[in-house]
């Protein structure tokens, strides 16, 4: 079972008329303080990573979402956000888009991958378990060994979300799965080739057993590089003009225990990456184990 996913899956939804986020340095809430909207519109056009919303991602494919959940600063209501940089979507209105979409589609899974959260409490932590049950409630496969996870298990149990959560509340919880269970190793580079030998290298060293595993076709951006392209943004300046050689490497690829396992990108409808990590799974070899 091969995923195909989205990196930031939430930054569709960027708000330009909402406060920074707290994981953003010293130096950018100076520069929004001193700039005002016109530096939010700048922020939204390197920090939106996707075009398409929650159904739209699920109608074109994708099945893996990267989750970054946020409070408000001084918010009476506690509500939680998705960030990044700017705040997108209320956490609640995106988990009900999904649920929507698992409800008229029985026999698809998802996997939501809640991997940063920034400045919330255990009652914050406790509001989103419940919301979790709330809206999924029977449709969430509990925390088993990764090995024993196959779509005819998930199809048998009636199971179509796997909530891995970076955080220790996950030991508390049955449905929550450990985030180290869903290792993303990061490159941060701006270099195609130093990010095609970093995603191999990661492939190479991969664990055979006890985790999925997350190679993210995804280039970030230095100071440097912002400031050149600072009008038009994250597409246009790194992932157009790299997404040839990156797509190469994925096509390359061979599902498996010792191969790649759940594939992330910006921008997922460029190009064909959809569709070339799908066929994938066709050349799986019936040798290996199901991850």
Not at 92 to 119: C, P, S, W
Not at 139 to 151: G, R, T
Not at 224 to 251: C, D, F, H, N
Request: charged share 20%; with cysteine; aromatic share 12%.
């Amino acid at each position: 079972m091969k995923g195909k996913g989205s990196h930031d899956s939430f930054s569709f939804y960027i708000d330009e008329a909402s406060p920074v986020g707290p994981e953003q340095p010293e130096t950018v809430q100076n520069f929004v303080s001193v700039f005002g909207t016109v530096a939010k519109k700048l922020m939204r056009k390197w920090l939106a990573t996707q075009t398409m919303n929650f159904t739209g991602q699920l109608g074109a494919g994708i099945r893996y979402f990267d989750l970054r959940i946020s409070t408000k600063p001084r918010d009476p209501d506690n509500e939680l956000y998705f960030a990044h940089g700017l705040f997108s979507a209320k956490v609640n209105e995106g988990l009900e888009e999904i649920n929507a979409f698992l409800t008229d589609h029985h026999k698809e899974v998802v996997f939501l991958d809640f991997n940063h959260f920034y400045g919330m409490q255990k009652y914050h932590h406790e509001k989103l378990v419940q919301m979790l049950k709330d809206i999924y409630g029977n449709k969430m496969c509990p925390a088993i060994f990764a090995q024993e996870v196959s779509l005819k298990y998930l199809w048998e149990k009636d199971y179509q979300v796997l909530v891995f959560y970076h955080s220790p509340v996950a030991l508390e919880v049955p449905f929550l799965w450990p985030g180290q269970m869903m290792p993303a190793p990061w490159a941060n580079t701006t270099d195609p080739e130093k990010l095609i030998q970093f995603l191999q290298a990661s492939i190479t060293e991969r664990r055979k057993k006890g985790s999925f595993f997350i190679s993210q076709v995804v280039l970030t951006p230095k100071a440097s590089t912002v400031v050149k392209g600072v009008a038009s943004g994250l597409r246009e300046t790194i992932t157009e003009r790299a997404l040839p050689a990156m797509m190469q490497w994925v096509r390359m690829q061979k599902p498996g225990e010792s191969g790649i396992n759940i594939v992330t990108a910006d921008f997922v409808e460029l190009g064909d990456f959809i569709s070339t990590v799908i066929k994938l799974n066709y050349v799986f070899d019936e040798g290996e184990a199901n991850t």
